[in-house]
């Protein structure tokens, strides 16, 4: 542990030495990008329930309107534990910052949503300063709230300083057994990072996990759906991933 924290510099020691701890095991992470009905009361009734679901209204944000049937999932998700994180599309820093700030502020009214998750970001250092801008906004608006960007690779490691979870792959499983993950990653608790496996095989879905973990994640989805949309719905094999990894953390 002490090597771990030596090597990390400046703002990263600090951000390290703050940090909330986490879970202390991996947990799940679903991408909810279908409509309420059995798919969310599937997942919601797991035992043990996902630590995070993410609220997708629109596919771009939280849209013009408060939707009630997500309204309902979205407090039955809440009573049973899960944290709920509102979705919203940044289109690489190309969305104006101020209608990712309108997404944060429907999240909070309509569904009583404060963290929020982004999504399409950047990678490089060009889109720090408007990343940085994004998260300064909601924690500022929703003090205590966590912010999760997803730019599907490992980024610039500034953004560790910049989302409180970083959602470091999003890919195929093929892809997935060639990954590379920064020396860098094991100066941060696993809780920081996440990963979204999908085109993953029945057959492979235990040793998907078991990479998942020894690469640091402390966030895991996998699935064998793929397409436009591999999240619109839970994977075949939910009961057993999530039973999997439930038994990795006991």
Known sequence: MLAAVLVVAGADLAQLLIW????????TL?????YPGPGWSRAIKSRPPPRIMI???TSSGAGTAPDRNYQAEVRRARAAGITVMGYTNTSYAARPAAA?????RHYRSWYGVTDIF???????SGGIAYYRRLAGYVHASNP???VMLNPGTYPDRRYMSIGDIVLVFENSYASYLRLHVPRWV??????????????????QLARAITLSQRRHAGYVYVTGRTGVNPYGALPSYWPAEDAAIA???A
């Open 55 to 57: 609220l997708d209204v």
């Open 144 to 146: 205590g709230s966590l």
């Open 100 to 104: 990712v700030e309108a997404d944060v």
């Open 186 to 203: 094991r100066a941060y608790p696993a809780a920081r990072f996440a990963q979204a496996i999908y085109a993953t095989p029945r057959t």
């Open 20 to 27: 909330p701890a986490g879970p202390p095991c991996q947990q």
């Open 118 to 124: 982004l999504d399409e970001v950047s990678s490089g």
């Open 247 to 249: 038994a990795h953390c």
């Open 30 to 34: 679903v991408p909810a990008y279908f």
